[in-house]
């Protein structure tokens, strides 16, 4: 696999688990610098010491995406200590999935917060760098729940749903010197279903999550669409478990 610029500052939005945590050991390893955000600081420093130790560059902050001010800081101070920045993951999500007359209103609030609005801050945030640089990389995870919906996860799918429809916007309204790639995992290694409270829906994504894969997998389809030359868009890809269907 080819890596055309291996010198990026790449941004990754829930670095401290799963998809995150993988995307970031991989693109360090691979020469990036990565500035890592996520709300455990104490996963944050692990992290850390894990990339550092491998030789890897690394900078890291606590970060709630729910909280926009805190988003832009994120980047802001990125691009004042690296000069730019030429690639945001925007990966934090949550995924307590439960049935609509369960009535978890928070839990659904939860998901709006971090999953959509998250995503529209880092678009924020970042959006008027890359306009001034005249470059840069948008990166969404979205899901395979963004394509369909299944019971215990009407509200997660609509969050995907609007990450990838907003996504495909700002794919469609940027200049093109800015790329733009949506990523919908599968069923992928990780802690996602750990914050499911309604037992129903815990029991059937036990059942689900029989057949995954690892969140390297995902970290590696990332570096595959970053990588690119500057005029090749990935736009979007659809990873899953081989017996996922």
């Given at each position: 696999m080819t890596n055309h610029n291996p010198s990026k500052v790449v941004l990754v939005t829930g670095a401290s688990s799963g998809?995150?945590?993988?995307?970031?050991?991989?693109?360090?390893?691979e020469g990036h610098?990565?500035?890592?955000?996520?709300?455990?600081?104490?996963r944050l420093d692990s992290l850390t010491a894990v990339i550092?130790?491998?030789?890897?560059?690394?900078d890291t902050r606590a970060l709630d995406v729910t909280n926009a001010d805190d988003v832009a800081e994120f980047v802001d101070v990125a691009v004042r200590e690296r000069g730019q920045v030429d690639v945001i993951v925007n990966n934090a999500?949550?995924?307590?999935?439960?049935?609509?007359?369960?009535?978890?209103?928070?839990?659904?609030?939860?998901?709006i917060d971090v999953n959509v609005r998250g995503l529209l801050h880092g678009i924020a945030a970042t959006l008027p760098h890359f306009q001034r640089q005249g470059s840069g990389h948008f990166v969404t995870i979205a899901s395979v729940g963004a394509h369909q919906v299944s019971p215990t996860a009407a509200v997660y799918c609509a969050t995907k749903y609007a990450a990838w429809a907003i996504t495909e916007g700002l794919r469609l309204e940027v200049d093109p010197s800015i790329r733009v790639t949506t990523i919908s995992?599968?069923?992928?290694?990780?802690e996602l279903a750990d914050t499911i409270t309604?037992?129903?829906?815990?029991?059937?994504?036990?059942?689900?999550?029989?057949a995954t894969?690892?969140?390297d997998t995902i970290a590696e389809a990332i570096s595959y669409a970053?990588?690119?030359?500057?005029?090749?868009?990935?736009?979007?890809?659809?990873?899953?478990?081989?017996r996922q269907r």
């Open positions: 998809i995150g945590y993988a995307t970031a050991v991989r693109l360090a390893r610098h990565v500035v890592l955000g996520a709300r455990r600081k104490d550092r130790d491998a030789g890897g560059s690394v999500g949550v995924m307590p999935l439960s049935r609509l007359d369960s009535l978890l209103v928070d839990e659904w609030n939860r998901m995992p599968g069923v992928v290694e990780s309604e037992p129903g829906a815990k029991e059937l994504m036990r059942t689900y999550r029989a894969i690892p969140a970053i990588g690119q030359p500057a005029g090749v868009d990935v736009n979007e890809l659809v990873i899953r478990p081989t």
